[in-house]
């Protein structure tokens, strides 16, 4: 039996007006509401046109999801995997499709934008923030495009999904001081990047807070060459340190383990602490402690406030920040107990 407009308003409790409105895009309906009725006129299979989710935007029905990295590097490790995972599970769920894009170089994302921006096949972006400028965001708010960052931004202020950087990394640190450890450093990235300044915040306050006035911390770039070089150099320049937080994990996470095992430092011994987790790091020896971010969760989170700012338009910027969990293991000595006499 085909369904009509006034059978989905009864069934979804609201005015036949409530459901042309929802079909035809307008605005002044609920999220909660635009939802309802959109989610049984998917499942009832009930069609106006060609696709109900296109009819209540207008538009293409699919979101884009720019990853501002080449393919190699995008997919090389877990992290903007398990973030696409998310990002497509709920996705799907809501009823679009979805596109994925990298770009040809690390933060080149003009002329992928120029593209989007010509052809109109994406509704909506959720972008990864870390190395984009506001010139190049700037042109996706003037064409009036929706889209939200993965990441803050220092120059841009926009809606956002992070995770919470400063708390996460505090948690760490307190938990490698209450193992013990009183010479801590600290190896992070660029410090140009917010998430980076935020978790060498978490650090410096934590060993402030636990009245530690010995510290130790580089920032390096994000390549295997310049992560040992700066190591090495922090190593050498203090020598007294007796455990060390990783601010990253993948590659960055690797070369430090390379320049920690070449210098002949035994973990726990030498404690070990890392801003990033992996299934691989509860087989290791010792297992590694660390700090679990919730990647998938992340890109559910990412497309949920990418439709409230489709069909709310929301005037203030939106931050979503979630919490990380300190996966406790072995690095810092844990199963030695306190590591003070």
Excluded at 171 to 191: C, E, K, N, S, T
């Amino acid at each position: 039996m085909k369904l009509n407009i006034k059978q989905i308003a009864e069934m979804a409790q609201v005015s036949k007006g409530t459901v042309s409105k929802v079909l035809n895009g307008h605005k002044g309906i609920s999220l909660a509401t635009r939802e309802r009725v959109l989610t049984l006129v998917e499942k009832l299979d009930y069609h106006r046109d060609a696709s109900a989710r296109a009819l209540a935007l207008q538009r293409t029905g699919a979101l884009g999801f720019l990853i501002p990295h080449d393919a190699e590097t995008s997919f090389a490790g877990q992290y903007w995997s398990s973030i696409l995972a998310g990002i497509s599970h709920q996705a799907t769920a809501a009823g679009y499709n979805l596109m994925v894009i990298t770009t040809p170089r690390d933060g080149s994302i003009q002329g992928v934008v120029n593209q989007l921006l010509k052809r109109s096949t994406v509704d909506g972006l959720i972008i990864g923030g870390e190395l984009l400028d506001k010139q190049d965001l700037s042109s996706l708010i003037v064409h009036k495009v929706p889209f939200v960052l993965l990441g803050q931004q220092t120059q841009f202020s926009h809606h956002v999904v992070d995770v919470e950087n400063h708390l996460g990394t505090s948690q760490l640190v307190h938990h490698m001081i209450d193992q013990g450890y009183r010479h801590i450093g600290a190896l992070l990235g660029p410090a140009r990047y917010p998430y980076v300044s935020e978790r060498s915040r978490g650090y410096q306050d934590t060993l402030a807070q636990r009245g530690l006035e010995w510290t130790a911390q580089a920032n390096t770039e994000y390549t295997s060459a310049d992560i040992r070089k700066t190591l090495n150099e922090l190593l050498d320049r203090r020598p007294g340190m007796d455990a060390l937080f990783l601010a990253s994990g993948g590659d960055f996470m690797f070369d430090a383990f390379h320049v920690l095992r070449d210098r002949g430092y035994q973990t726990p011994e030498f404690g070990l602490g890392v801003f990033d987790d992996y299934s691989f790091l509860d087989v290791m020896t010792p297992r590694i402690t660390a700090v679990s971010q919730p990647l998938a969760k992340i890109g559910e989170a990412a497309v949920d406030l990418l439709l409230k700012v489709m069909l709310e338009s929301p005037a203030s910027a939106q931050l979503i920040e979630l919490p990380t969990k300190l996966v406790i293991r072995e690095s810092c000595g844990e199963k030695l107990g306190n590591r003070l006499p």
